[in-house]
């Protein structure tokens, strides 16, 4: 027997927002996922890509995969990148598409820094704020392979890669972005300069909680530079653990308010938080790890980390957060918001598939039917 479903239209999620000048019509917003499959020698998004981003044009808004700045960020196999004009020209494609559909997308830029691997740079060292390994893994052409000790890069270099960040920007505008996202998370360039175990620096760029930030401050006004209004989001993973170098300490949460505090004095047009990692798959996200942020940053908030249709709809309701992003659902499910609106069951992706298959795991994922069961439905077979 079928079982119809009464939309629920009164769901938070389902509320328009304002994000910056970015205008939402809902409040499901699609995380930043890497999926590796520019696997051509220019690193150009593929037809692929326009099919995989066009499916989920429902989004209330799309943060695209991390994209390379510059050949000398690149740290992670078969990425994308923004900085030639064949990657441009395939971006537009992805972005035409995306528009012609209703929907918003903006472009998240990333840069390994120190997380290189030689393999990656044409057997040059990586670079990143000082000569200390990073101690975490770099996905090369065979396979994961442990990070190296970077040279310290100059003053010079610095001055590069914010420009090369702005160029990026530059071309993501021509490309028809609606605007960019500064992934300043992970083990990656920005977070490292963050750090005060990796980054020793006794110049501008270090000695301080204020100059550990400088780098990602000075990125985020190049990169805003290119636009009008605000269009420029960033990512910040305070709660990230990897390795003997990335924790969560006192120390580290300390820089991270006083780092979101400074947000309000720049043009950014929303804060991309990840929250704590669940530590069991049934356990709801920690709400008071977002409503920390909540209080200091004076502008929207997007939450992330292991939410669901409730945790998100809550959190929305009690106002630590604007709009909520989602990655694993996101991939499994390209009508995720219909399926939210409907209460529809959610599919579940195949992990073998995120970094590897083409087309497999990629642009297979159908979008749910009026016979799917309904949640309720699917969560009372599971138990
Ligand atoms: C396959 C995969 C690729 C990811 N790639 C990125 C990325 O490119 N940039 C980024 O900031 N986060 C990336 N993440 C992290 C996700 O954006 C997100 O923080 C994480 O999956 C938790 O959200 P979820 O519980 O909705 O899946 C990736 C996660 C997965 C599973």
């Not at 000048?21 to 220019?42: C, H, K, Q, S, Y």
């Not at 980390?305 to 929305?316: K, V, Y």
């Not at 992706?349 to 949640?375: H, I, K, N």
């Amino acid at each position: 027997m079928i079982t119809a479903v009464v939309p629920d239209l009164g769901q938070p999620l389902l509320r328009r927002a304002e994000l910056g000048d970015l205008a939402l019509p809902n409040r499901v917003v699609m995380a930043p996922v890497t999926r590796a499959r520019a696997a051509d020698d220019g690193l150009v998004p593929t037809a692929m890509h326009a099919a995989y981003y066009a499916e989920r044009a429902g989004a209330g808004l799309i943060i695209t995969e991390a994209t390379w700045v510059s050949e000398q960020a690149i740290g992670f196999v078969n990425v994308p990148g923004i900085y030639s004009d064949e990657q441009v020209i395939a971006w537009r494609r992805v972005t035409d598409v995306v528009h012609a559909l209703g929907g918003r997308i903006v472009l998240q830029l990333w840069h390994t820094g120190a997380a290189s691997h030689p393999d990656h740079l044409a057997g040059q060292l990586p670079a990143g704020p000082s000569a200390i390994n990073p101690h975490v893994s770099s996905f090369t052409p065979s396979g994961f392979k442990d990070t190296v000790t970077p040279r310290e890069m100059t003053t010079a270099d610095i001055a590069a890669t914010v420009a090369d960040y702005r160029a990026a920007a530059v071309n993501a505008r021509l490309a028809g972005f609606d605007g960019v996202e500064i992934g300043a998370l992970g083990s990656f360039l920005i977070a490292q300069f963050l750090n005060p175990r990796l980054n020793r620096r006794t110049d501008a760029y270090g000695g301080d909680r204020g100059g550990r930030r400088r780098l990602l401050l000075e990125i985020i006004d190049a990169v805003a530079a290119p636009w009008e209004g605000r269009r420029v989001g960033v990512r910040l993973g305070p709660y990230w653990t990897a390795g003997d170098r990335f924790r969560a300490d006192e120390e580290t949460l300390a820089d991270y308010d006083a780092l979101v505090t400074e947000l309000n004095r720049h043009p950014v047009a929303y804060l991309h938080l990840r929250g704590r990692d669940l530590s069991a798959p049934d356990l709801t996200p920690d709400v008071e790890a977002i409503a920390r942020y909540r209080r200091q940053f004076h502008g929207p908030v997007i939450a992330n980390n292991g939410f669901d249709r409730e945790s998100a709809n809550a959190l929305i309701q009690s106002g630590h957060a604007d709009a909520v992003s989602f990655a694993t659902h996101f991939i499994a499910n390209p009508d995720l918001v219909t399926r939210f609106a409907l209460g529809r069951a959610l599919a579940t992706g195949d992990r073998d598939s995120y970094y590897t298959g083409g087309a497999d795991g990629y642009v297979d994922y159908p979008a749910s039917s009026w016979q799917d069961a309904p949640r309720e439905e699917a969560a009372a077979r599971r138990t």
